[in-house]
């Protein structure tokens, strides 16, 4: 059974930073592609990072790139989401996924279905 358990999330003043973990356990998580998507009061799910297994490459929403980092320590089984220049917009629920090894997943590591693992979500909340 897997377990992702995400930690980090809290409140911060626009221009600041946070820092999520994602500690995955009950399976290896090398070769998987891990994610992170929000979720803000009556929005839809939307992607936010992805890192790919084994090769480590990187995606990102046009809304986070250049002020987010995604990253991966495989030994801790932790992936991790560094948010800096904090903006009032990204004030949402923040979740982790671990996605499936099919190609769907593979090309479609933005949409929330090609994951069927989720945690159970951290607050994030920048004030003005």
């Known amino acids: 059974q897997v377990q992702l358990v995400e930690s980090g999330g809290g409140l911060a003043q626009t221009g600041g930073s946070l820092r999520l973990s994602c500690a995955a356990s009950?399976?290896?998580?090398?070769?998987?592609?891990m994610g992170w998507f929000r979720q803000a009061p009556g929005k839809e799910r939307e992607f936010v990072a992805a890192?790919?297994?084994?090769?480590?490459?990187?995606y990102y929403a046009d809304s986070v790139k250049g002020r987010f980092t995604i990253s991966r320590d495989n030994a801790k089984g932790t992936v991790y989401l560094q948010m800096n220049s904090l903006k009032p917009e990204d004030t949402a629920v923040y979740y982790c996924?671990?996605?499936?090894?099919?190609?769907?997943?593979?090309?479609?590591?933005?949409?929330?279905?090609?994951?069927?693992?989720w945690g159970q979500g951290t607050q994030v909340t920048v004030s003005s």
């Open positions: 009950g399976r290896t998580i090398r070769a998987n592609t």
């Open positions: 890192i790919r297994g084994n090769s480590d490459v990187t």
């Open positions: 996924a671990l996605s499936s090894l099919s190609a769907y997943s593979l090309t479609y590591y933005y949409r929330p279905d090609g994951y069927p693992y």
